[in-house]
């Protein structure tokens, strides 16, 4: 059929899209349609459209120019997941081969658009296309997601359509069921999470344009001839499997705000990246470096090539990275370019077992004798932590591994496997394994010969040095100039147990009660494990644990109210450096506690010794740690805090965090303080009090949170038993991706309403400091922050509001923890609270 000058074969597999017809011009037809909702998608109560009678047919749908919305970008419902998908997509489409053709030589005159997001129109990660087949073509043709930036159509103007919301939300594109994806002169845009063709098995994109900020572009594929424009600072959340290939591409930097980070990274989460003939382009004031990802594994390789930045060669991750292998020279470049042919080596990248080969370069391939070559080297191990001289420890009977907590071994095997892009075995050549000189006075390593080595530990080498532990990297690299890395752990030598020379002892002095002893330590840091207990008895009896140690012993516990009438008591369990564990030994004050040894009733902490066993638990004087779902956050998908047994963690993350605390370690984390209420037949009424928290979010733009109207709250007046008190709320807003939303609410046995005035501001971001205090009937909260931001800093909020006679405080977290179980995460690092 001859179509507008276009000879069409239109039958059943071959179809046309014409937005210019009119229906009575759709009808009069066959095989032609005006909107791509008619022609592929279903209701939410059918099954994907034509899955069953095409599943095993192709289909091809030619497209003229034109706007194609999957459903009404004006529509102001909410999309929900539907037909057993676990995000609400557009359109599922299934068929054993798709290939969408625009009848056109500019992407820009074809333009398949939607208009819905993550708590914009949509319940969860909205993506437009859900595509199930083995191969899926596209070419000459736009797919946006204009949920968070706008559609200007050069061809129409009247065609233009203003975004739904400013805020930078999760507003996908497609995900793929199937094995080969190709997508040729292209563009794909977007914002957050863009995923232009996500899931192939194999995918390559030749001569397309993307636009995105974080979490967005396809995490295994090839990229031929692309160019990016990257609004964010990691556009890949990661790379998978054999990772992502960026040859002859272009990348605009147009980071919002440089002096955050000063970096362009390709992952938020690492894997494997290999950049060739690629140009770096940016226009800062500030500063500006390129890397791989801000954290890479130890274990991480990546592969460069002829990269500039500003015309200027550079060297992603720089000159001395251990993650960056620059292929120059090397035998391996030929896997990803054939210099003598001028051309980019995408059948050996792509070529599978059936000879995939979309950019017609197999001849040459073959001639150059590179249609096999790995890209991936593996390494693997039998065993991820060994004993130095674990033999000799057995021998002797110590309980060898008691300091790393892994079982000991003497010895770990190291393997290797050399992987294609597309999955399959390689030869890589011979093998050489290797460590730095600074590992070489830890282990031995000897080469197999088959491929692998055999690692051992070097006691000797812990002789001198104070650690219980070296982290060792073995790595690898093969004839054709391949490398791979495997970390493992050596354990020093377990050694008796330190003796006590003066046992524990514990005296009251200044408001604390002190803890001393010695041991025999033999040049050994002391790494006694001391918990402290308030105790019925003078002999222990009813002990209860209210503080523990993390790193070094605690050797001195501050007295409060809640232990006036109480013995305190120390249990220490005595050790050294690689030391096992020696016999517990408890102290226990020789008097109780009267209320002369205490100030008062006010806490203060920096919550390294607070202990972390989970359970509600509540009790006066006493922390708890929980998970809890409020019942507000019904909206908020699967929660799978109860089968965590650590809600919170203590340590330092990374990102905005950059001082040790406590940060969840779950979803619904929450942690509480009870205070006293009776104390020597009195009863404790708390009037006025006062919270000072300081708090470093991971997240550096002031989001805070992973998603749209996740939480933190911060309690006072509380009580912790029927959840009745007042509150800050810091929420994520949806209208805004760099701010937060500040409002005060009110508890009421778990239920919560809003009391003030809602505030968004931009100062949820390290440090950030927290008052909440109430006074007389009125409640008020005050937050600022010490970095420097565009945004409102400061935020203050006051509500009028009846007395109550509580005393407790909380923290509840309804936020996801995010990438590495960190990322979205807010550390909390000091705490004050004050009683009047």
């Given at each position: 059929?001859?179509?507008?000058?276009?000879?069409l074969p239109l039958d059943s597999e071959h179809v046309l899209l014409d937005a210019s017809l009119t229906d009575t011009e759709v009808q009069a037809g066959s095989y032609i349609y005006n909107n791509i909702q008619s022609m592929l998608r279903p209701t939410p109560t059918e099954d994907a459209i034509n899955s069953k009678k095409m599943a095993d047919k192709k289909l091809t749908v030619y497209i003229m120019p034109g706007v194609y919305w999957i459903d009404d970008p004006e529509a102001d419902d909410t999309m929900q997941p539907w037909g057993g998908y676990d995000v609400p997509y557009g359109i599922a489409?299934?068929?054993?081969?798709?290939?969408?053709?625009?009848?056109?030589?500019d992407a820009e005159d074809v333009v398949i658009a939607g208009n819905r997001g993550q708590s914009h129109g949509a319940n969860g990660n909205y993506t437009m296309f859900h595509f199930e087949c083995e191969s899926l073509t596209i070419k000459n043709l736009t797919i946006g997601n204009y949920c968070s930036t706008d559609l200007e159509y050069k061809r129409d103007a009247s065609r233009n359509h203003r975004r739904r919301t400013d805020a930078i939300t999760q507003a996908q594109l497609a995900i793929m069921q199937g094995d080969r994806m190709f997508a040729d002169n292209?563009?794909?845009?977007?914002?957050?999470?863009?995923?232009?063709?996500?899931?192939?098995?194999?995918?390559?994109?030749h001569n397309c344009h993307f636009e995105s900020t974080n979490d967005a572009i396809t995490s295994n594929a090839v990229f031929v001839g692309c160019d990016f424009d990257f609004y964010g600072s990691r556009p890949l959340f990661s790379a998978t499997r054999t990772g992502a290939v960026f040859l002859d591409c272009d990348f605009n930097c147009l980071e919002a705000d440089p002096r955050v980070e000063g970096m362009q990274y390709f992952t938020k989460d690492g894997g494997q990246v290999a950049a060739v003939g690629c140009r770096y382009h940016s226009n800062f004031d500030v500063p500006f470096g390129i890397g791989w990802t801000r954290y890479p594994d130890p274990?991480?390789?990546?592969?460069?090539?002829?990269?500039?930045?500003?015309?200027e060669s550079v060297v992603i991750g720089g000159l001395r990275s251990k993650t960056t292998v620059d292929m120059s020279g090397l035998p391996l470049l030929k896997a990803y370019r054939l210099d003598d042919y001028g051309c980019y080596n995408t059948y050996n990248l792509l070529r599978g077992s059936d000879g995939w080969d979309?950019?017609?370069?197999?001849?040459?391939?073959?001639?150059?004798?590179?249609?096999?070559?790995?890209?991936?080297?593996?390494?693997?191990?039998?065993?991820?932590?060994?004993?130095?001289?674990?033999?000799?420890?057995?021998?002797?009977?110590?309980?060898?591994?008691?300091?790393?907590?892994?079982?000991?071994?003497?010895?770990?095997?190291?393997?290797?496997?050399?992987?294609?892009?597309?999955?399959?075995?390689?030869?890589?050549?011979?093998?050489?394994?290797?460590?730095?000189?600074?590992?070489?006075?830890?282990?031995?390593?000897?080469?197999?010969?088959?491929?692998?080595?055999?690692?051992?530990?070097r006691p000797e080498a812990f002789c001198n040095i104070d650690k219980e532990y070296v982290d060792v990297v073995i790595e690898a690299v093969t004839a054709i100039g391949l490398h791979g890395a495997y970390k493992l752990r050596i354990d020093a030598p377990v050694t008796e147990a330190p003796q006590f020379t003066k046992y524990p002892e514990l005296s009251i002095c200044n408001g604390n009660a002190e803890l001393s002893y010695e041991l025999e330590l033999n040049g050994h840091t002391d790494r006694s494990v001391v918990s402290w207990y308030r105790c019925d008895g003078s002999r222990g009896e009813g002990a209860?644990?209210?503080?523990?140690?993390?790193?070094?012993?605690?050797?001195?516990?501050?007295?409060?109210?809640?232990?006036?009438?109480?013995?305190?008591?120390?249990?220490?369990?005595?050790?050294?450096?690689?030391?096992?564990?020696?016999?517990?030994?408890v102290a226990v004050t020789d008097r109780r506690i009267a209320d002369t040894d205490t100030d008062g009733y006010d806490i203060c902490t920096d919550f390294s010794d607070i202990p972390l066993n989970m359970g509600k638990n509540i009790a006066e004087g006493m922390w708890s740690v929980d998970y809890y779902r409020p019942t507000d956050t019904c909206s908020f998908g699967s929660w799978h805090g109860e089968e965590c047994t650590e809600p919170w963690h203590y340590g330092i993350t990374g990102d905005g965090c950059t001082h040790p605390g406590l940060y969840q370690g779950t979803q619904g984390a929450r942690i509480m303080y009870t205070p006293t209420y009776r104390q020597n037949d009195r009863v404790k009424i708390y009037r006025g009090m006062s919270l000072h928290l300081t708090a470093e979010p991971a997240k550096t733009s002031c989001q805070g949170f992973g998603s749209a109207y996740q939480y933190m709250d911060v309690c006072i007046k509380f009580d912790t038993e029927n959840l009745t008190g007042?509150?800050?709320?810091?929420?994520?807003?949806?209208?805004?991706?760099?701010?937060?939303?500040?409002?005060?609410?009110?508890?009421?046995?778990?239920?919560?309403?809003f009391i003030s005035d809602k505030v968004i501001s931009g100062c949820f971001v390290s440090e950030c400091i927290i008052d909440v205090k109430y006074m007389d009937g009125s409640l008020t909260a005050d937050v600022r922050t010490t970095a420097e931001q565009h945004a409102l800093q400061e935020v203050h909020l006051k509500a009028d509001v009846p007395d109550n006679l509580h005393g407790g405080i909380a923290v509840q977290h309804t936020g996801t923890t995010g990438t590495g179980g960190w990322q979205n995460t807010t550390t909390l690092t000091g705490l004050k609270v004050s009683y009047k």
């Open positions: 059929m001859n179509y507008k000058g276009y000879e489409v299934t068929a054993h081969s798709l290939e969408f053709a625009g009848l056109t030589d292209c563009r794909f845009i977007g914002r957050l999470n863009l995923r232009p063709v996500e899931g192939a098995d194999r995918a390559l994109y274990q991480l390789r990546c592969y460069q090539c002829d990269n500039t930045h500003n015309k979309p950019l017609n370069v197999g001849v040459q391939s073959g001639a150059c004798s590179a249609d096999n070559i790995p890209v991936q080297l593996i390494l693997s191990s039998d065993a991820e932590c060994i004993q130095a001289d674990a033999d000799s420890v057995q021998n002797s009977g110590l309980s060898a591994g008691t300091v790393s907590g892994a079982a000991a071994s003497s010895k770990a095997v190291v393997s290797s496997r050399a992987l294609c892009f597309w999955g399959g075995i390689g030869d890589a050549g011979n093998i050489t394994f290797y460590v730095d000189d600074i590992y070489k006075d830890f282990v031995n390593v000897n080469d197999n010969n088959d491929g692998s080595c055999t690692v051992t530990g209860r644990l209210t503080a523990i140690t993390r790193n070094s012993p605690k050797l001195s516990y501050k007295i409060t109210a809640a232990d006036v009438g109480s013995y305190i008591g120390a249990s220490v369990i005595p050790r050294c450096t690689s030391s096992c564990d020696g016999a517990k030994v007042y509150g800050l709320r810091i929420y994520r807003s949806p209208k805004a991706s760099n701010a937060c939303v500040f409002v005060l609410v009110q508890y009421e046995e778990g239920t919560t309403t």
